[in-house]
């Protein structure tokens, strides 16, 4: 069984959409999938893939079942779907506080989840940087992580990666022991762990612990999580990915690795009040070929590792991600003088899609300006110091 976490450093970026649609995708070559929401603080996978959830009687209603009855496995909860070989496991809005799980409740999902019978697992995360997420997503070594060009997008993606690197180290260093304490009093410090580049925390690491450090860095060398840039609006925002890999190269000592692009499609909407995924409601489209590509690269990588898959050079990801993102750009430019031309897209259409656009580009400004004031403001105070 290959687990493929999708995680997001913050929220609608199109991470369920991905997962959903990714799911379906992966069962055209003849793949078992298994679809799990643990959005637990907020599941609605169900409205992306067209599923209708019934609550309550006595049947086990979703992943919540599990810490509420030891004895249940995926296999008595999972809802078979329309798509052949898609097994889906909803949330559950029926128990309160499952947002909030205890360790051992954790634990006892995770077991659950590794004792699936399946090819593929799709986990759809929550938003954010809790303890259960990472934790759901450092399942195995190459997880998802959804952005868009936008910098508050980036920048939480970013973030999102060194809280997994952390993360990592919490769970290899005994709390007792120098390198443990090494991390504690730097989580105790006012700007500790937020000022921390990972390599110095090493280098740091292997004077005060070196049997920890080489715990760790064997520990590191294994995450390889994988990026998709969604939400493009033009081939340069695929650059955005490249600034973002070497901030993860020089302060986390992370290489990230490049699955692929997504434009932004309005028929995604379209397709959501359809309850349709998109795949589904229009394969033809730029988006659904994305996706599509995005399975293959997945199920091409499939070798001998101790994941399943086999790590392409990251440079050479970052080139095709390139080459996608014009390629694509041009498709989808062919694809509306298409609709245009049949009479499928009228003029009014493509009026309001530009001026949704211009909206989108004014918020964006709103937000490089934010972010432009608070940089002044932060050199101006390290000037002052």
Not at 145 to 159: D, E, F, R
Request: charged share 25%; net charge negative.
């Amino acid at each position: 069984m290959r687990i493929i976490p999708v995680a997001s450093g913050k929220g609608g970026v199109g991470k369920t959409l991905l997962a959903a649609n990714l799911a379906i995708a992966l069962t055209r070559n003849q793949r078992s999938v298994t679809l799990v929401d643990l959005d637990l603080g907020g599941s609605n996978l169900h409205l992306v893939l067209g599923e209708s959830l019934v609550w309550g009687g006595d049947a086990p209603s979703g992943i919540g079942s599990i810490v509420s009855d030891s004895s249940l496995t995926l296999a008595d909860i999972g809802r078979p779907t329309e798509y052949d070989g898609l097994t889906f496991i909803p949330g559950d809005g029926e128990i309160p506080g499952l947002a909030n799980l205890q360790a051992g409740a954790k634990r006892r999902i995770i077991r659950r989840l590794q004792e699936a019978d399946t090819d593929y697992m799709i986990l759809d995360l929550g938003a954010g940087t809790s303890f259960n997420t990472l934790d759901f997503f450092l399942m195995t070594s190459q997880g998802l992580i959804v952005t868009t060009p936008t910098p508050t997008s980036t920048v939480n993606a970013y973030l999102f990666l060194k809280n997994a690197v952390f993360r990592i180290l919490q769970n290899v260093m005994p709390r007792k022991s120098a390198g443990g304490q090494l991390l504690e009093s730097l989580r105790n410090e006012r700007a500790g762990l937020k000022g921390t580049y990972i390599p110095r925390l090493l280098d740091e690491l292997a004077r005060t612990d070196p049997e920890q450090h080489s715990r760790c860095v064997a520990q590191l060398s294994r995450f390889q999580p994988r990026l998709v840039m969604n939400m493009l609006e033009d081939p340069k925002d695929s650059e955005k990915a490249g600034k973002l890999r070497r901030s993860c190269r020089q302060y986390l000592g992370l290489e990230l690795d490049h699955l692929g692009i997504m434009y932004r499609d309005d028929l995604q909407d379209v397709a959501l009040s359809s309850r349709l995924p998109i795949v589904r409601y229009k394969p033809q489209s730029v988006l659904s070929q994305a996706v599509f590509r995005i399975a293959d690269k997945l199920i091409s990588s499939e070798a001998e590792s101790s994941d399943g898959f086999e790590t392409a050079p990251a440079d050479e990801s970052y080139q095709e991600a390139t080459l996608e993102a014009e390629s694509d750009f041009a498709a989808r430019t062919d694809y509306v003088e298409d609709l245009l031309h049949t009479g499928a897209l009228s003029t009014g259409d493509l009026i309001e899609t530009v001026k949704m656009q211009q909206i989108e580009l004014n918020q964006m400004r709103k937000e490089n300006n934010l972010l432009k004031t608070k940089l002044v403001r932060a050199l101006k105070q390290g000037y002052t110091v």
